[in-house]
């Protein structure tokens, strides 16, 4: 019995890790793509001051 709840708690935490993962791959990629929106801008702005 003992075996079967330790699977149990792998396989729990597998997919805890696999979800915690993905939710920081999705953070980190709409960070860059803020970062990217605000650079675009900046260069129009630098383009017209030139």
Same mark, same amino acid.
Not at 11 to 27: A, H, N, Q, V
Not at 34 to 37: A, P
């Given at each position: 019995e003992i075996n079967i709840l330790f699977d149990k708690l792998l396989?729990? =935490?597998? !997919?805890?890790?696999?979800?915690?993962?993905?939710? *920081? =791959?999705? !953070?980190t990629a709409s960070k860059i793509k803020?970062? *990217? =929106?605000g650079r675009g801008k900046d260069k129009k702005r630098n383009s017209r001051n030139s």
């Open positions: 396989e729990i =935490r597998y !997919e805890l890790e696999k979800t915690r993962k993905r939710g *920081k =791959r999705k !953070e803020k970062n *990217k =929106r």
